[in-house]
């Protein structure tokens, strides 16, 4: 009897405690209960889908969010089966579970946060649609057959026929403009799927986009974060693959992959019939014109749209070199020359620091602040408990770990970023205060929060230090401040008279939001239509409101039927490369795609 009452006054494990939550949670459901079901969470609770309730990537706030999103999706999402997938941890109050659950059309994993024997955050993602599953592991495909006949194709014939047919007998159902490695992800994701899908891409071959860039660049993120799907770099892989490494490997994987890839082609023009829900897209390839009538249009030319080149006057009457960042060949031509550099981030400083290897007298124009973190701190502190070998012996797979980062609302992200910027701050003290003691405008981002959150919300404004702020800090390479006011025929003149001799201009000025790729390719009321590509709402600098929630327009239905937006670097390529493919592939096979809460637009740029 003793034993029966202290059981029964025990407190609840962490396993327990999520099973009963879970199982009110799918009774709710079951019997269709939205406002039951929003009960059981907190009132500053997020619910974040990514496809499997919503057919959308949104997140929902609030008990009220969670009752709107359920009263509309329940019925036709007709979830079930939600349980944990391993056991559950319990830390500062925060019980924390790896659930998994079906829906009607498909199958699901997510995330759950209790704060006491309420939901706190909850993040639910479709990873299978139900009778369309890929074919891995035991049903992976044959690969031949052992039934002999005459004139039987062999692997390559048959490739070689499929390749000769796809765009000109057979049309794709989704053409992919963009042949990066978002296009590239893409485009492995919708081959397993068995959509037919195309990718385009301008470049000689897959992976160009790297090899021609300057030669010094390098990934910043280290090759855990890096990884493609299906396919992870091999474990002798840099931790920081240098580009033409980079270009191989994705000229590798499309051939393995085996993505329906067009090099040399360019896309000139593409219009969509509302009658008939497809586009017509001409492309130049390799100097024939050919006319492909998909029904999906994917842009997947990187996480920016043009290059901003600025015009300042007196551009016209410099001697000198000028070139967009984007444009820049390399140092070695400009051993002895000045070369003034626009601009104080990511791409600024990587350019400035091979130029000062090669012997060029260097000046960097910082115009607005930037946040710098050094390489091995953020590999540390900001990446080491997700993407790090010390991660992948503790278990936490890339796939764990795109799910963990995931499974954060962007509403309170910064709040879990602010205490390791703080961290590295403090662990970099020394050279911080050299920097700023060289003139450098330092910040931190608007509320502390540093890279992530800056990378998430305007994209720009940041800088991983692998060397060149050292350069900066030390005064080898040289530092001025403020406007660029003209330029001379031998200088550019800031706004303050200050007068820099230059033999070269390099405009590392950034890009514009991906909808300028629309405005091209299609016409600019298609682009004001979709409107503004990436950031928040955070109301931050360079990110406006009003809330989104997401990032705006990625990955998911654009306001513009049938056009989709794909991008970011590796980690997103990779991550929502699925979820993009999902929803492309349940229309393909007619699955009914209702749907909730489509992003209205605010900014057209």
Known sequence: MTQTIERETDAPTPQQRVDRWLALFEGALRSRDAQGAAALFTTDSYWRDLVAFTWNITTVEGREGVADMLGECVAETDPSGFATTETPTEADGVTEAWIEFETATGRG??????????????????????????????????????????????????????????????????????????????????????????????????????RSRYKSLCLHDPVWYDHLPYLPFPKNWPVFAPKDKVGDWLEMYTKVMEVPYWSRSTVTAAVYDEESSTWSVTVDRDGESVELRPTQLVFATGMSGQANVPEFPGMDVFRGEQQHSSQHPGPEAYAGKKVVVIGSNNSAFDICGALWENDADVTMVQRSSTHIVKSASLMDIG????????????????????????????????????????????????????????????????????LFMKYLRRGSGYYIDVGAAE?????????????????????????DGTELEADLVVYATGYGSMNGWIADVVDQQTADKVGKCWGLGSETTKDPGPWEGEQRNMWKPTKQENLWMHGGNLHQSRHYSLYLALQLKARYEGIPTPVYRQAEVHHLS
């Open 109 to 210: 994993k997510g995330h759950l946060r209790l704060k006491g024997d309420q939901g706190w955050t909850l993040l639910t993602s479709l990873r299978e649609l139900k009778g369309h599953e890929e074919s891995q592991g035991e049903t992976r495909p044959q690969g031949v057959s052992h039934d002999l006949s005459k004139g039987r194709a062999s692997w390559k014939e048959l490739r070689e026929a499929e390749e000769a047919d796809l765009g000109y007998r057979t049309q794709p159902y989704a053409v992919v403009i963009g042949g990066g490695q978002g296009g590239i992800a893409l485009g492995a994701r919708l081959r397993q799927l068995g959509v037919p899908a195309l990718v385009i891409d301008k470049h000689d071959r897959p992976g160009d986009q790297w």
């Open 383 to 450: 990446l080491g408990d997700l993407y790090s070998e010390r991660a992948v012996e503790s278990g936490v797979t890339t796939d764990k770990a795109d799910m963990i980062f995931a499974s954060l609302p962007y509403r309170i992200m910064h709040e879990f970023q602010i205490p390791l910027y703080q961290q590295m701050a403090e662990r970099d003290k020394d050279f911080y205060d050299r920097l700023e003691a060289a003139g450098f405008d330092h910040d931190w981002g608007d509320d502390g929060s540093g």
């Open 471 to 495: 350069l900066v800090a030390d005064g080898k390479v040289k530092l001025a401040h403020g406007q660029v006011d003209h330029l001379t025929e031998g200088s550019v003149v800031l706004d």
